[in-house]
């Protein structure tokens, strides 16, 4: 099969699955196939937002990100569901345990994307018969239909997988670009957004194919060093490698939420953070991280919103660690105005393996009582390998995803 | 008020007394350094309300002439400038004079200050302290008692009373301990009393370190004035006053490990060397630990390892390891604290167990201790 694959560069894939979270729903109750079906955040609030909906509601102009009473406009018949974060997970975790099949290289981007490098992938067939019993499998396994673009880079693929939805398979080739990318709008570009893109029509860049040929040296004084990177990829040009540890790169974690209504209710404002804690302590434990430094994230009515940090002693990860921490934060900053949107974040991660307290003199007793556990559990480590014991709570955290999930975040992925 | 001065001796009182001086005051006229002039010789006084320092500048010493005093009377001169304006005269000899309405002239060859100054009237009085209960402590071994226990003061405010060194004065014998809950420093000393008096109070750290900074290294005595909220030091020509920190003062006692488990002699020096390489890698002032381990033959192990940067092992010979096999993690950053402050060639090192704390004395001396608090790996 090493003919349909090139002698030098690489073959990519990109699998983006469609309307993910509305699949997954119908995979779980078939009795939804072909229904118009929008996932939702809180139904009843104003933060509620369409997070995903099927094809079917598509064809009446759903959209995500649209507010729950437009999409009922548009569609009276939507069958509106709350997310149900466990099942996307471990629907994508399936899904990605499938593509690792193919090659060890797989680098998820989200929780329903990731790209695969294929190129010594050669001894399971050509790089379209791959994609197509990767699709194959994920319809007849996971019931979940996804489209994929096969490219020489990542930005090809991703911009290939776009191309056909549902259940596409398009090869977009270094070749193909003039005929199939330049035509199109600089915003239908992945990495141009509405900004850039009125930006670039500022000085005359309408379609890909004028990004392609504009000048650098403008593009620099417009974008910075953004401006050469697109115009780069407008001629089909990428060189980023499919990395499939990019996802464990990160440097905080945090969480915030929008009040259902602004507030100067400091009772109320504490149970948000105590929430808030909750969440990033479940994601710090799931990553195997502790922190140094908590900051917290205050919009107040007016939309006014100020980020405030401490660095702390010693490394914490436990919710009432980080509650307590984000408390006394948010007394010292908060005037009193009511408000709208609370965060908390934590910053200067460490691995767990690495971290590691500074004993107290007045309250070191309680940790030294843990001494003979702690020992034997090291000389366990040494003796048959780091994974073969760890406490009960890391365990627990695998079950416990309680609301960790946002539609934009990667912890599933650890 | 008008005299006539030595510059060199102008500027080392104005020096002395500028450490306690501070620009961020809530009494404004404590920006100030007063000066009194008397038929015996000139004062110089600076506070901050919790440190106040006096200087005496005698009309004669040795036979030599200082200051010739025209009139006596007194002002308050603008520390910053006065001591900026002092240092930078081009004679050896200063001329002070204060004019009408406060306004005083320095002159010094041919340049010549006008600065407006203050009604000393309007400085506030420095505590009277009744001198019945003084003990005397030679210079050279209060600053050695200073810099071996000061160190290890709180830098935080979380519990105000750790930024201080608890002073005991039991039998004649003086107790200094500090404290920031991770690590312990503890020093004791004879010193000479009248009485059978005793006292158990907390001296700022912050005190501490300007008067170890004011008082030159001599055998001469320092007396020392304990009062229920004040601290007094006298030294020749000077006087130090410091406010005492308000709380009670932990119970250490029991916190110093009475038995071990493993005991090790190592040689002070070599070991803060290793230390200090293990160190190097340590990203700046976090995760600064260090590995310590007993190996076979004596041979101790200290390493280190940050990820993103690397790792260091170095090994130190022990003159004796007895006891139980170890392997502990502490601050490298305590541990060349500790070191430093201990005097003599070895130091014995004593563990009870990996999350306790352990202590280093030099051999033979019972009168320094340091101890600290490992940390512990999640």
């Not at chain 1, 729950?68 to 629907?91: G, H, Q, T, V």
């Not at chain 1, 990318?181 to 670039?200: D, F, I, N, Q």
């Not at chain 1, 107290?360 to 480590?381: C, G, H, M, N, W």
Request: proline content about 4%; glycine content about 4%.
């Amino acid at each position: 099969m090493r003919e349909f694959y090139p002698k030098k560069g690489r073959v990519i894939l990109h699998v983006d699955m469609n309307s993910f979270y509305a699949s997954v729903e119908m995979a779980y109750d078939s009795t939804l196939k072909g229904k118009p079906l929008a996932i939702a955040g809180n139904v009843e609030e104003r933060r509620g937002i369409i997070i995903t909906c099927s094809y079917e509601a598509r064809k009446y102009g759903v959209k995500t990100t649209m507010p729950i009473w437009e999409a009922k406009k548009l569609c009276p018949k939507l069958i509106l569901m709350k997310p149900n974060f466990d099942r996307y997970r471990a629907s994508s975790l399936a899904m990605f345990e499938i593509l690792r099949q193919y090659s060890d290289l797989v680098e998820p981007v989200s929780i329903d994307e990731g790209y695969v490098d294929i190129t010594d992938s050669y001894h399971l067939g050509s790089p379209l018969e791959i994609a197509e019993t990767i699709q194959k499998r994920l319809i007849e396994q996971l019931d979940l239909p996804c489209s994929i673009g096969i490219a020489p880079n990542k930005f090809l693929a991703k911009m290939a997988s776009d191309m056909k939805k549902p259940m596409g398979i398009t090869i977009l080739r270094k070749r193909d670009v003039p005929n199939v990318l330049w035509p199109l709008a600089t915003h239908e570009m992945h990495g141009v957004g509405k900004k850039t893109a009125e930006k670039l029509q500022s000085i005359g860049i309408e379609t890909v194919g004028d990004l392609a040929k504009a000048n650098e040296v403008q593009l620099k004084v417009l974008l910075g060093i953004n401006g050469i990177r697109i115009k780069e990829r407008a001629n089909g040009v990428d060189t980023r490698l499919v990395d499939p540890d990019s996802v464990s790169d990160f440097k905080s974690i945090g969480n915030s939420t929008t009040l259902p209504k602004d507030t100067t209710n400091q009772q109320e404002l504490f149970r948000v953070l105590d929430h808030l804690a909750e969440t990033v302590s479940v994601r710090m434990k799931r990553k195997k991280v502790v922190a140094t430094t908590i900051g917290i994230t205050i919009r107040f009515k007016d939309r006014k919103t100020i980020t405030r940090s401490k660095k702390v002693e010693n490394p914490f990860f436990l919710k009432e660690e980080i509650f307590s921490y984000a408390k006394r934060l948010f007394l010292k900053h908060w005037n009193g105005d009511p408000i709208r949107l609370l965060g908390i974040t934590s910053t200067d991660l460490t691995d767990h393996e690495h971290a590691v307290k500074q004993l107290d003199l007045f309250s070191y007793e309680k940790e030294a009582k843990k001494e003979p556990l702690i020992q034997t559990v090291a000389r366990l480590k040494e003796k048959f390998g780091k994974n073969i014991i760890e406490q009960a709570s890391e365990k627990e955290i695998q079950k416990n995803q309680a609301g960790t999930f946002t539609s934009f975040n990667r912890d599933f992925l650890q | 008020m008008r005299f006539i001065i030595q510059r060199d001796r102008l500027v080392q009182s104005v020096q002395d007394v500028m450490k306690a001086v501070s620009t961020r005051t809530t009494i404004p006229i404590l920006t100030g350094i007063k000066m009194v002039a008397t038929n015996e010789g000139v004062t110089l006084t600076g506070s901050d309300s919790d440190i106040s320092i006096e200087s005496f500048i005698p009309n004669e010493e040795a036979g030599d002439e200082i200051v010739e005093i025209k009139q006596p009377g007194s002002i308050v001169l603008q520390a910053k400038f006065f001591s900026e304006i002092v240092k930078k005269l081009p004679k050896d000899i200063v001329e002070i004079e204060v004019e009408n309405h406060l306004q005083t002239v320095i002159r010094s060859g041919k340049s010549e200050f006008h600065l407006n100054g203050l009604d000393a009237e309007e400085y506030p009085l420095l505590p009277q302290l009744s001198e019945e209960n003084i003990f005397r402590v030679p210079t050279d071994l209060l600053k050695a008692m200073v810099r071996q226990t000061v160190f290890a003061v709180s830098t935080s405010e979380t519990r105000p009373i750790l930024t201080g060194v608890n002073w005991k004065v039991e039998q004649g014998e003086l107790t200094c301990i500090a404290t920031d809950s991770h690590r312990l420093a503890f020093r004791k000393a004879k010193v000479e009393t009248e009485n059978t008096d005793h006292y158990n109070v907390v001296i700022p750290g912050k005190s501490l370190n300007e008067l170890s900074k004011i008082l030159d290294d001599h055998e001469e005595f320092v007396e020392i004035v304990i009062t229920a909220n004040q601290v007094l030091f006298k030294a020749k020509h000077l006087l130090f006053y410091s406010r005492l920190l308000e709380g009670n003062y932990p119970d250490t006692s029991r916190l110093i490990p009475t038995d071990s488990k493993t005991n090790i002699i190592l040689n002070t020096k070599e070991f803060l060397q290793a230390i200090d390489r293990a160190s190097l890698l340590a990203r700046d002032g976090r995760n600064n630990v260090v590995k310590f381990s007993t190996l076979e033959n004596g041979i101790v192990e200290i390493s280190s390892n940050t990820p993103e940067i690397g790792k260091v092992v170095d090994e130190v010979q022990s003159q004796s390891i007895e006891g139980e096999d170890l392997k502990i993690s502490f601050s490298a950053k305590y541990m060349m604290d500790a070191l430093k402050a201990l005097e003599g060639t070895d130091v014995q090192i004593s563990f009870t167990g990996a999350m306790r704390p352990f202590y280093m004395k030099p051999l033979h001396d019972e009168s320094i201790l340091q101890l600290i608090l490992p940390v512990r790996t999640y």
